[in-house]
């Protein structure tokens, strides 16, 4: 079946220290997305990628970069981890952009703050 | 720009119950608008989307939506609910660009036997 998977499925690390996590997807799409999702609230974006180009949300603390080397995968790097960035990390993905494309969606990974 | 509230952060019925979760949206375009099942440390889920074509919406596991321009809602409901329903709910609108959902705050639906 086509997915999207992300490893891992929770991460811990330790303040400051920095930490990488994984997208694939094999739909073949041309968007992948990252979304933050904290704790009881909505996920909210922090930057997409359409095709090679990165487009990243005016909000988006520079503590968050992002990586797609190629159409399948696309990496989210947190340099200096704080409390604060402990979450759930969503990658999804769309066919296009425009709307009304949907999104899909990976299971997640849960990343913990020590 | 658009925007969602979903109505109530937590619902609670019975097994066999109608089930209604509540959504409207602010947009200056028309809307694009989707509910998200999301269930405990797990991604979120497509149950259905409105795309500008009927008004009526059917989704997967049983539920649909009712898109109504004049209340600016977009209610979730199914006829009989499922233990296997309770998770967390999201209503979303898709952005004036098309690129980013913008999501509710979420519902949290209990489901008691």
């Known amino acids: 079946d086509a997915m999207v998977i992300q490893n891992p499925r929770y991460q811990v690390t330790q303040f400051g220290k920095p930490v990488t996590l994984s997208c694939s997807q094999t739909?073949?799409?041309?968007?992948m997305y990252w979304y933050q999702q904290k704790s009881s609230q909505a996920p909210k974006l922090l930057f997409h990628?359409?095709?090679?180009?990165?487009?990243n949300e005016a909000d988006t603390p520079d503590n968050f970069q992002s990586r797609r080397p190629n159409t399948s995968f696309c990496f989210l790097d947190i340099r200096s981890p704080g409390l604060g960035d402990a979450a759930m990390y969503l990658c999804a993905t769309s066919r296009d952009r425009g709307r009304p494309h949907e999104q899909y969606f990976g299971p997640g990974t849960r990343l913990t703050v020590t | 720009a658009q925007s969602v509230t979903q109505l109530g952060s937590h619902v609670s019925v019975s097994e066999g119950a109608l089930v209604l979760l509540r959504c409207n949206y602010s947009s200056s375009v028309p809307p694009y608008l989707f509910w998200y099942v999301q269930y405990p440390n797990q991604g979120l889920q497509l149950l259905l989307k409105y795309t500008s074509a009927a008004t009526l919406v059917k989704g997967i596991n049983g539920f649909e939506a009712e898109f109504k321009k004049s209340e600016t809602s977009f209610h979730l409901t199914k006829p009989s609910a499922h233990m296997s329903d309770a998770a967390e709910y999201f209503c979303a609108v898709s952005d004036q660009a098309g690129t980013a959902l913008i999501f509710g705050k979420g519902t949290t639906l209990s489901v008691s036997s």
């Open positions: 739909l073949n799409h041309n968007v």
């Open positions: 990628y359409y095709d090679k180009d990165f487009n």
